[in-house]
């Protein structure tokens, strides 16, 4: 997991193979802990709308990640 280098959000990190979406939890502890001023939605990569699909259901990941890896994102 590379929580320390925040260089790159969460969705960019899965894109890049450098982390799983079963991590997000530790991620979004990990934004808890920082000093980021940062929204959560930004901090992971989300737009807000992508945002509060995830929240409404956390199945709709793999939806946002696929999205973002066609170059059209949800929002």
Not at 23 to 29: G, V
Not at 32 to 51: A, R, W
Not at 66 to 74: I, L, W
Request: net charge negative; proline share 1%.
């Amino acid at each position: 997991m590379m929580f320390n280098d925040h260089s790159n959000n969460f969705i960019e990190l899965c894109l890049q193979g450098k982390t799983l979406l079963e991590d997000i939890d530790d991620y979004i502890d990990s934004w808890h802990e920082s000093d980021s001023s940062k929204p959560l939605h930004d901090f992971l990569g989300m737009t807000l709308k992508e945002y509060s699909l995830w929240v409404s259901d956390h199945d709709l990941l793999t939806n946002i990640i696929n999205a973002h890896k066609e170059k059209g994102r949800v929002g």
